[in-house]
């Protein structure tokens, strides 16, 4: 079966799975090349298989030898089709990760749910005894609660309505997208799933199993941006989540005291993953950021950024370095005066004829391909792909 990209909006329908593993290898190959550094040796990764938590996965295990447990919700081979690119992502960093001599599980399911928990705390018992540090990293429009209510995040404004050029990734065009004011319940809602309730439970639930080890950290990510996004990001229902999540950390870090642990929030900078590009408007800002953060020589890519959060600002010489609110700022670049004041240059003269001649999206398009295995330089895409052989892989 020869495999092309079914794209459909800003959603990719399928992945390449021969892809993927180029794509998985070239961060390792990445981590590699940044030489090692003195990290936590037991991991649990929640959102491990794709952005941000497959980046930190990648990093600590091939950067400072860490041992994984990832936790994720993808799908396999079925009647429907081959599955997602992080099922494939899942078991291509776990052959690696084995292959370097470390322990990486995967276990794939509902991370809101207590079953999970529950398996999750049996996994580590068993395989790692305790965990060092716990990355909370996931990206979700849905939660079920524990009574089966089902909980939608949207990505609605505040105030006034907002509307702007936004990214169509399937045609390569820009189209007029707005976001409403979200109503009190919509706001409630997103903060339900993407705040930090949940994170708060998987602490509680691992430290009363006695999961966690002396000293334990747990980070959650987070985005904050220039005040240009503000209707966007900060002031949508989404940054009322996040608003929830630095203050969980304050929690948190309270409850880990008992074990001489913290909780930190890692405020990342703006990047192209299968969460991000779903988002009305902001896509253009990121497309507009990339070329001016490359022309300066400052881009970073998901496993950049988590290669220096590890070893230059959780577990480097300086140890944690965060601000007073329990913030590690890994937007430091993106938020540099020099460079907003170029994106807020660009951005009013963007129109659907020009957009390529203004920004990198050319490189937003290419990492968004890449993301679901296709465009890696070294693949045969033309060379068919054995589906049979694939449908043997288990995660
Ligand atoms: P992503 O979509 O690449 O990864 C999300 C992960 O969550 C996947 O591994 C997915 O399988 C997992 N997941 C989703 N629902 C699940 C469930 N019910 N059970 C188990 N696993 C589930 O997204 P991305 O961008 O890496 O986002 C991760 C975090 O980073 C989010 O909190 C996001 O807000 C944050 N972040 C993202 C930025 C960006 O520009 N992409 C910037 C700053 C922060
Ligand atoms: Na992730």
Same mark, same amino acid.
């Given at each position: ?18 892809? +993927? ?16 550094? &003195?990290?936590? /040796? ?21 950067? !400072? ?23 494939? &992502? #899942? ?14 599980? &995967? =276990?794939?399911?509902? !991370? ?49 309505? @907002?509307?702007?050029?936004? =990214? ?43 999961? =966690? ?28 989540? /996040?608003?929830? =999540? ?6 948190? &870090? ?14 990342? /900078? ?31 890519? +998901? ?6 959060? @590890? ?30 004041? !170029? ?5 009013? /003269?963007?129109?659907?004829? #020009? ?18 295995? @296709? ?21």
């Amino acid at each position: 079966m020869i495999i092309t990209p079914q794209i459909q909006g800003c959603v990719a329908r399928n992945c390449h799975p021969i892809g +993927c593993r180029a794509a998985v290898q070239q961060q390792i190959a990445s981590v590699r090349a940044a030489g090692p550094f &003195n990290g936590p /040796k037991r991991v649990l990764v929640l959102g491990a298989s794709s952005g941000f938590g497959l980046a930190s996965r990648i990093a600590l295990t091939f950067g !400072a030898g860490a041992d994984t447990i990832g936790i994720s919700f993808e799908r396999g081979p079925s009647d429907k089709g081959l599955g997602s690119a992080g099922w494939y &992502n #899942n078991i291509w960093f776990r052959q690696a990760a084995e292959q370097a001599g470390r322990i990486a599980i &995967n =276990l794939i399911g509902d !991370a809101f749910s207590d079953t999970m928990r529950q398996q999750a705390i049996e996994t580590i018992r068993q395989q790692l005894g305790q965990v060092d540090l716990v990355i909370y990293s996931l990206a979700s429009g849905i939660r079920v609660l524990a009574d089966g209510t089902q909980v939608r995040s949207v990505l609605k404004t505040t105030g006034q309505p @907002f509307s702007g050029w936004g =990214l169509d990734l399937e045609r390569d065009a820009l189209v007029q997208q707005s976001l409403a004011p979200a109503t009190p319940e919509e706001i409630r809602d997103t903060v339900t799933v993407m705040g930090g309730e949940d994170w708060q439970l998987w602490l509680q639930a691992l430290q009363q199993a006695d999961c =966690l080890a002396p000293g334990a950290q747990t980070v959650a990510y987070s985005y904050i941006g220039p005040e240009s996004t503000y209707p966007l990001y900060r002031d949508g229902t989404i940054g009322y989540a /996040k608003e929830h =999540l630095h203050a969980t950390a304050e929690t948190i &870090n309270l409850q880990l005291a008992q074990i001489g642990g913290h909780a930190w929030v890692s405020v990342c /900078k703006a990047l192209v993953t299968k969460a991000s590009a779903y988002i009305p408007v902001l896509p253009v800002y990121l497309g507009l950021l990339m070329g001016v953060m490359k022309e300066r020589g400052v881009h970073e890519g +998901c496993i950049e950024q988590m290669q220096r959060l @590890f070893a230059g600002k959780m577990y480097g010489p300086n140890g944690v370095v965060a601000d007073g609110n329990r913030l590690i700022r890994m937007d430091d670049h993106e938020l540099d005066p020099a460079i907003q004041a !170029a994106v807020s240059a660009l951005w009013p /003269k963007v129109t659907p004829d #020009n957009f390529h001649a203004l920004g990198d999206f050319a490189g937003l398009r290419r990492d968004f391909m890449q993301l679901n295995g @296709f465009e890696l330089t070294g693949v045969d895409y033309g060379a068919p792909v054995d589906v049979a052989s694939l449908t043997e892989l288990i995660p």
